[in-house]
């Protein structure tokens, strides 16, 4: 599974973090962390997210970005996430 960080620049509303989080669950990624601040004019907050999936992170961009309260996506970094199993 590929992990990826986003960074997320929005609107502080109640609803925009429910929003967020829906898009990635809908678009069949996994959180593996998550940190949410205020920014410092504190009318934004600044959302970075660590996911999990085997589909391509540019699905998830594309629906975060058009996120009415949204202002800003970016793709910090990718790695891969090795799993071992054991018999």
């Avoid at 590929?2 to 678009?27: C, K």
């Avoid at 996911?51 to 202002?71: I, M, T």
């Amino acid at each position: 599974m590929m992990q990826h960080q986003l960074a997320v620049q929005a609107r502080f509303n109640p609803e925009t973090l429910e929003r967020v989080l829906r898009v990635v669950r809908h678009r069949g990624f996994q959180i593996c962390a998550m940190n949410m601040e205020t920014a410092t004019d504190a009318q934004n907050i600044n959302i970075e997210l660590t996911v999990a999936s085997l589909r391509p992170v540019e699905l998830l961009f594309s629906q975060l970005s058009k996120l009415v309260d949204v202002a800003h996506v970016a793709v910090q970094q990718r790695t891969t996430s090795s799993q071992q199993i054991r018999a």
